[in-house]
Each structure stands twice: as structure tokens, then as C-alpha cells.
């Protein structure tokens, strides 16, 4: 029979990477740690760790154990709130997120959390979309922050769930004082094209409005940064999609783009089965409801 205390050191290291952080998380020392771990492995009936320098890492059988420990520790703590609806849920949930769904969704959030539930923390890793589904899989992060467009949709894999958030409509950042007339695409034909270098869906909505308009763009610089886009299109170096919702810098326009409507879509993604775990579903109850209300 395994044990649901030490399934939690083993979780914690497969989080955390080293004991002395399991050590400083659960309040203990490394030598419990190090004692629960040989425990459990007597238990498992395989060794779970094994040497790495002068640390020890997890071996194959301990890190599938340490997947299935998250999801054993998270209907443990479901089950003890469906039989004490009034305990608080308490834990650690990681969130990888894309930066502007964690500026505009996230940290409300946790600036909000110790005044309604002091017993939950929230980890913060900015990262891009097929960067938070890598993570998610490996199930390093709990909770992911991602996006697509309207005309980009992205496909998921089966293995976990989507709660659309919010959507706000994009434009095309110019150098002001551009002339545009008529068809928006047609207009920069002959544009150098600003992309994003950490995702491609950004490329892909370019790639299919320039395709409407009768040409292949001519992308040449990328960056990750919408500030660095901004400064691109300023010192002349091109043109790129930039969000209608948020102001642009001084020698920017932004055109609306019609026909098609070019869409940005964040949404909340978990692995299936997840959700149920009580630090996980306060936060997205309070991401959804987040969403909900007027911005």
C-alpha cells in the first residue's frame, strides 16, 4: 500500500528538483525526505531515484509514479472537501501562461488570493503556446494560459481540456502617416513583415490575409516582444499585428482589419481530469469569472 505522505515528497521533488527545496516546501529535513523516498520505494517495489553528481534525480518508474501522485493527492484532497465542504483548499498550483493573459487574467489573481484563500500559492512561468502544452504534458505546470487567433485556430491534443476566456480584436501596426486605401493587405503588398519568433501563429494569420490579397508576405524580422514590434515599425523596418485593445507608442498606427476580423483568443487549459483538485478549480473559477466581467 502506498502512502499518500510519501507520495507527496516524491510529487514535491518532481516539482521542485532537489530535497532540500521538498525540505524547505514541507517544513521538514532532508533527511526525512531522503527516508520517506527510500520508504516508498520499498513500497513501489522499484527505486525511484538514482544518482545525478552529487543530487539524485528521478528514474522512469519515479517520475511515472510521481504523475500518478498528483493525480492520487488531488482526489484525496477532492474527497476530503466533498466530506467537509468547509475545509479550505490549500496547494501550490503552476501556471504557465503567455504574458499578457497573466497580466490581464493572472495577477488580479494572485494579488487577490492570501486575503480569500491564505492557504494556496500560484507559481508564474511566462512561456508561449506549444511551450505551455510541452509542459503541461510532462506535467511540470497545472494550469496553462494559452492563444490562437479566429483565422489561426489551434488543434489540442485529446489529452486535455480548453475553457475559452476572452478575445479581443487585432490590427495592423504601421508607421504613422502610412497612406491606406482600399484593401489593408493589398496597401502593404511590397512590406517588410514583422512575426513573432517564439510562436507561429501570428505568421500563420499573415500568411492567410496576404494569401486573400493575391501575394506571399515578405516576413523578415521576428521578436517576441509587442514593445520591440512597436520600435521595429517606428525605426521603419516593417509592419505586424498588434492588439486594438492596447495603445501603441508614438509614430505607430494601428488599421483595423475587416473582412475578415482578426480575433486573438486566450483560453485556460488543464490536462483532463484535473479540474476537480481544489486549489486548481478556485483559481479557474476565478479566472472564468474574471473573464465574465467587464473589462
Do not use: K
Not at 3 to 18: P, V, Y
Not at 137 to 157: H, K, Q
Amino acid at each position: 500500500m502506498l502512502n499518500n505522505d510519501r507520495l507527496l515528497f516524491l510529487a514535491e521533488l518532481a516539482r521542485l528538483g532537489s530535497m532540500r527545496e521538498v525540505a524547505d516546501e514541507l517544513g521538514t529535513t532532508t533527511s526525512t525526505v531522503s527516508q520517506q523516498l527510500a520508504v516508498l520505494a520499498r513500497e513501489a517495489g522499484t527505486p525511484l531515484l538514482e544518482p545525478d553528481g552529487r543530487r539524485v534525480r528521478l528514474t522512469p518508474a519515479g517520475r511515472r509514479l510521481a504523475r500518478h501522485a498528483v493525480t492520487i493527492l488531488a482526489a484525496v484532497e477532492a474527497a476530503r472537501l466533498d466530506l467537509d465542504p468547509s475545509a479550505e483548499p490549500a496547494g501550490t498550483v503552476r501556471v504557465a501562461g503567455f504574458a499578457t493573459a497573466i497580466r490581464r487574467s493572472l495577477l488580479p489573481i494572485v494579488a487577490a488570493l492570501p486575503a480569500r484563500h491564505a492557504g494556496l500559492r500560484v507559481l508564474i512561468h511566462e512561456h508561449e503556446p506549444a511551450e505551455i502544452l510541452q509542459l503541461l504534458a510532462a506535467d511540470e505546470v497545472d494550469l496553462g494560459l494559452t492563444y490562437d487567433y479566429n483565422l489561426a485556430p489551434a488543434g489540442l491534443p485529446d489529452t486535455v481540456e480548453a475553457t475559452p476566456l476572452w478575445s479581443t480584436p487585432w490590427g495592423l501596426g504601421v508607421p504613422t502617416g502610412s497612406t491606406v486605401d482600399g484593401d489593408v493587405m493589398a496597401a502593404f503588398r511590397d512590406a517588410h513583415w514583422l512575426v513573432n519568433s517564439r510562436n507561429t501563429a501570428d505568421e500563420d494569420v499573415v500568411r492567410t490575409l496576404a494569401s486573400m490579397a493575391g501575394y506571399a508576405p515578405r516576413i523578415t524580422h521576428r521578436a517576441d516582444s509587442l514593445d520591440l514590434i512597436q520600435d521595429l515599425i517606428v525605426a521603419g523596418l516593417g509592419v505586424g499585428l498588434l492588439p486594438a485593445d492596447q495603445p501603441t507608442i508614438d509614430g505607430v498606427a494601428l488599421v483595423p482589419l475587416r473582412r475578415p476580423d482578426v480575433l486573438m483568443r486566450a483560453f485556460a487549459v488543464t490536462r483532463l481530469g484535473r479540474r476537480a483538485w481544489p486549489p486548481l478549480a478556485v483559481v479557474l473559477d476565478l479566472l472564468t469569472r474574471g473573464a465574465a466581467a467587464p473589462p
